[in-house]
């Protein structure tokens, strides 16, 4: 999750001053928006790939949320900036003249690296619903350790291009559970507004949603959660709501309503590289060099950093092998990536003086899926939008925070469909597998019965009052539980123990960590725009301080 084309010898100097002065109109909300950024850069032309030998002021490792932030302050601040993207770039269509496929239709683009689909929901009616596909490098990854599958974005935006955009703040009552050493005022003044900016965030037409289609299903949601007593919440999200307006009345090309989410969205949805990244780019110093993978970071002369980086093809194949060198490297592969990459050179003693934390307080954020099955008189809709709009919010009194997930199927079904976020205390920890040259994690699979139990806080309540059953053919046969995965890994270099307070391995000055790996396993809701807003943060003092 990387880019940078040309060899440049040296950052552009930058004061904390001329940092804030030149950036002050870009921190605004009509241009972190994006549709300038946009704009600018899809006039500028495609850059090379990093050459070997190069050398990058600074190197940001991936192109999710932190790692976006970061390059786009960054380059605000005048430094030339390489980010390195396992993924593809995602900005060329297929024969189908898409770039994207729908989730009902996965081909070769869905998965990365697989002869065969491993979807979240793998079976319908009690049938497996997996197909066989050409191994590419695709966009979502279902990486398998031990005990849990962890589904991760592939791609130039990284998880912004396969999450459901839901754009959910934490209650301010449960922030010093999410990152205690952190300043709750600095973040809901400052930094959660400048991420929710940058990121594109707004609510749905409130007139809107009680009216139309394709939202049937959330109001059923709401119907059940309300008729429960259980708090039920709109939440905002990056998607362009009128363009969705303009798809249900037949006026512009079917995105959110012909089933694209999972893997990927043709139209609406403000991903990473319609915001920060496009931001990023217009800057003129930020080059992305996607299917480029980093295997090695350790200290070189100069005190710069030498860095190893392997060139992929869509096959998966390594086609090439580059040495760079940075004088800055920023971690910003995601949770599990970032994790693995450090627990991987400690080990190995590229950066044998990395802390014993690397790698500690991993966890899920108590990610749990199940179905309902509704009565006849509660139809869930045949037209589903597959952006969720909404939650049923029992965090205080069962430590859930539910999702009201679309089931786009294109038929109707009678059920209501969720995906629980929970308070489950378990964390798990990556460890260096020496026999086989692999990181491993030790998550073990009965970890999730918490999540189904405070889960059951919200749906055995709602079952109970509508006289209805759960859905036992969505993951496999008379299985209520979809407790097999995460789409939200948090942790593994934890802030303030596996770094400081701002994200710096500080044994190694020049590198940081700038991503959801500094996140202690839970964030109560949707984590990417915590994410955002502590990279923000982060960053600010980085460049105020390093720089």
Request: one cysteine or more.
């Amino acid at each position: 999750m990387r880019e940078k084309g040309s060899a440049e010898s040296g950052a552009k100097g930058v004061s904390r001053r001329g940092f804030i002065t030149g950036t002050g109109s870009i921190l605004g909300i009509t241009a972190l928006t994006g549709h300038t950024g946009t704009a600018q850069a899809q006039a500028a032309t495609a850059a090379a790939p990093i050459s070997n030998g190069a050398h990058a002021p600074a190197l940001v490792i991936g192109t999710g949320y932190g790692g976006s932030v970061a390059a786009l302050r960054l380059a605000q601040a005048g430094v030339d900036v390489h980010m390195i993207e396992m993924g593809m770039a995602w900005d060329t269509p297929g024969s189908d003249g898409k770039i994207f496929c729908t989730t009902t239709s996965p081909d070769h683009r869905s998965y990365w690296l697989r002869t065969k689909t491993k979807a979240p929901l793998n079976y319908f009616l009690g049938l497996p619903i997996d197909r066989d596909i050409t191994r590419y490098t695709g966009i979502l990854d279902a990486e398998e350790f031990g005990g849990i599958t962890v589904y991760q974005g592939r791609g130039v935006g990284g998880g912004s291009l396969v999450n459901g955009g839901m754009a959910v703040v934490p209650r301010r009552e449960n922030f010093g559970a999410v990152l205690p050493s952190v300043n709750a005022d600095e973040m809901y003044n400052t930094y959660y507004p400048r991420a929710t900016a940058g990121l594109g965030v707004t609510s749905i037409d409130p007139a809107w949603f009680d009216t139309t289609a394709c939202y049937q299903y959330s109001r059923v949601g709401r119907k059940h959660a309300q008729r429960s007593n259980l708090p039920f919440v709109p939440v905002p999200n990056v998607y362009d709501w009128n363009y969705m307006k303009q798809e249900a009345a037949g006026t512009a090309t079917k995105s959110a309503l012909a089933g694209e989410i999972l893997y990927g969205n043709n139209h609406g949805k403000k991903s990473l590289q319609k915001t920060y990244i496009a931001l990023a780019k217009a800057t003129g110093n930020v080059t992305v060099s996607p299917l480029h993978r980093v295997t090695s970071v350790a200290p070189g002369s100069g005190g710069r950093y030498t860095v190893v980086i392997e060139q992929l093809d869509t096959g998966g194949n390594v086609t090439a092998t580059k040495t760079v060198t940075a004088d800055r490297v920023f971690f910003a592969a995601g949770s599990v990536g970032t994790s693995k990459l450090l627990v991987k050179l400690k080990a190995t003693g590229a950066l044998p003086n990395l802390n014993g934390e690397i790698g500690r307080n991993w966890g899920d954020n108590g990610n749990v899926m199940c179905g309902r099955a509704n009565h006849l008189w509660d139809p869930t809709g045949s037209l589903q939008s597959t952006i969720p709009c909404s939650g049923i919010d029992n965090w205080a009194a069962g430590g859930a925070f539910a999702e009201v997930a679309p089931l786009p199927v294109g038929i109707e079904t009678f059920a209501s469909f969720y995906l629980s976020i929970t308070r489950n205390p378990h964390r798990a920890q990556f460890s260096w597998n020496a026999a086989t040259g692999r990181v491993d994690l030790n998550w073990q699979t009965a970890w999730k019965q918490p999540s189904i139990d405070m889960a059951k806080t919200i749906f055995d309540k709602i079952n109970a009052k509508e006289g209805t059953i759960y859905r036992t053919d969505l993951f496999g046969v008379y299985k209520i539980w979809g407790d097999h995965l995460t789409y939200h890994p948090l942790g593994g270099a934890v802030l303030n123990q596996a770094t400081d307070n701002y994200g710096r391995l500080t044994a190694y000055p020049g590198l940081y960590v700038i991503d959801g790996s500094l996140i202690p396993g839970n964030t109560s809701v949707n984590p990417f725009v915590t994410i955002t807003a502590l990279a923000e943060r982060n960053i600010e003092k980085i460049i105020s301080t390093d720089l």
